[in-house]
């Protein structure tokens, strides 16, 4: 809902200015429907008032004693064992606290999501980033077993993978590592006639 000033705004610009409903509408970033809804409005809508909060003292009560309970879950659980609403509102009374089982399942709602792991999603552009890796592997390419050094590029925003084998871990190998993955991922492959 628009505030009281802002209302009074649009509908002095509109009705006594006489300035267009579509610059109204650029100028308070609204949409042209809502500065007409404002405009021909007989009444200006007057906001609701904040609902009260009904104070809960056996809720109140009750957390504290099941928030500690829920952090200590681990000490008396085991493997995959879960604590659960009803368990916890068992647990509860037998401590002596009245609560009803409703009000215990809406904590520990509150407790899971509290616990919820906030996660990001990587989004890359295409070209932004890529990771590489340059570790050792044994490979047996005549039935004999030696060792050899892998080189892998990955480009983040495709998920696409090159990868090569070194026959020594220095920069030389590094970069000319780096120069075939970027001639690979440029589309033509490859630049020169592989010999081992």
Same mark, same amino acid.
């Given at each position: 809902m628009v505030p009281m000033d802002v209302v009074a705004v649009? $509908?002095?610009?509109?009705?006594? =200015?006489?300035v +267009?409903? $579509?610059e109204v509408? $650029? =100028?308070l970033g609204l949409s042209r429907n809502t500065i007409r809804r404002y405009v021909r409005a007989n009444k200006i809508p007057v906001p609701r008032p904040e609902k009260q909060v009904r104070p809960s003292p056996v809720r109140d009560e009750v957390a504290t004693a099941a928030a500690a309970i829920w952090r200590a879950r681990r000490s008396f659980t085991a493997g995959k064992q879960r604590l659960t609403a009803k368990r916890l509102w068992e647990l509860l009374r037998e401590n002596g606290h009245t609560a009803s089982e409703r009000t215990v399942r809406r904590l520990v709602a509150e407790f899971r999501s509290g616990e919820r792991e906030v996660?990001? +999603?990587l989004v890359y552009t295409p070209g932004e980033l890529a990771q590489v890796d340059f *570790? =050792?592997?044994?490979? =047996?390419p005549s039935g004999i077993r030696q060792k050899a050094w892998m080189f892998v590029m990955r480009l983040m925003h495709s998920g $696409?993978? *090159?990868a090569m084998l070194c026959a020594q871990q220095d920069a030389t190998w *590094?970069?000319?590592a780096h120069v075939a993955a970027f001639t690979y991922f440029a589309g033509w492959w490859p630049p020169w006639p592989m010999t081992t």
């Open positions: 649009i $509908r002095h610009k509109v009705a006594s =200015e006489g +267009p409903i $579509r509408a $650029r =100028e996660t990001v +999603p *570790f =050792e592997v044994w490979v =047996e $696409r993978d *090159f *590094f970069l000319a």
